[in-house]
């Protein structure tokens, strides 16, 4: 059954002969439970299909469908209650004036939702965070721990879907392994279904189940994500993602281990 289908989504910004099309006839699906990766080059249109599924463009052309049911272009409470997003930077996501608390409540406030104490402690422990951490600021969290609250927030309205744009990319290395054990984790006990945005092979070799391969706005591939690792994938830009991807990280290892400490900082 699948929980997220797209079909023959465009999308163009600007109008007449002005207009830029960013978008060209996408056409995917993810099953119920799945996790599911969407990669490309910067511009390739990732996090544009993102942010139609979750309302912050209207002007879109297509079909998009949750759990069977197709999606009108105003965004609405049931929706939300339905799928949520995770942003890159979870800094900039969260107000810095607003504790964990507030960021917490106000998703519960809007929906009407009760018992708002006992589901802040209950998700603040799903995602790995003392419960007296809601009376804490953005700017007195770590980067990882920013990124728990964000993920809490998108979590406390019980959505069956998350939308996940670049969520470790801004963390440092060491705390990067912890959110995507944390998101594998939360897949499992929640039964969540993933549509993650990355620029990060190894990302997707560790999350995904499938992923779509997007240039210039169209999906070019469509391969099982164990293809990615081992394996020499047949479409020549996919190839060329994974081996800038294995130059990269070779290279930059080799880099690193002739820096002394001092320039490495």
Request: proline content about 4%; charged content about 25%; glycine content about 8%.
């Amino acid at each position: 059954m699948a929980m997220i289908e797209v079909d023959k989504l465009n999308l163009s910004f600007g109008e007449g002969a002005e207009a830029n099309q960013v978008l060209h006839d996408v056409c995917f699906d993810v099953g119920d439970g799945e996790a599911f990766g969407l990669v490309g080059e910067s511009g390739s249109g990732k996090t544009t299909v993102l942010r139609c599924l979750a309302g912050q463009y209207s002007h879109w052309s297509g079909s998009l469908a949750i759990n069977s049911e197709r999606l009108g272009r105003k965004l609405d409470k049931a929706r939300c209650r339905k799928l949520q997003m995770v942003f890159q930077d979870p800094y900039g996501s969260l107000h810095p004036r607003h504790t964990v608390e507030t960021a917490l409540s106000e998703p519960l406030a809007i929906h009407g939702i009760t018992d708002a104490s006992r589901r802040i402690d209950s998700i603040l422990t799903k995602v790995g965070l003392p419960t007296n951490f809601r009376y804490r600021y953005p700017h007195q969290l770590s980067g990882g721990q920013r990124q728990r609250v964000a993920i809490a927030r998108a979590l406390i309205l019980e959505p069956r879907i998350l939308l996940l744009d670049e969520p470790t990319s801004a963390l440092d290395v060491s705390v990067q392994a912890e959110i995507l054990n944390l998101l594998a984790d939360l897949r499992k006990q929640e039964g969540l279904t993933y549509l993650l945005v990355t620029h990060d092979l190894g990302v997707v070799a560790h999350l995904c189940d499938r992923v779509a391969v997007m240039q210039q706005g169209r999906i070019v591939d469509l391969i099982e994500s164990a293809s990615l690792v081992g394996a020499v994938p047949e479409h020549p830009y996919t190839r060329m993602l994974v081996e800038a991807s294995r130059h990269y990280s070779r290279e930059m290892a080799e880099v690193g281990a002739d820096l002394t400490p001092a320039e490495a900082v």
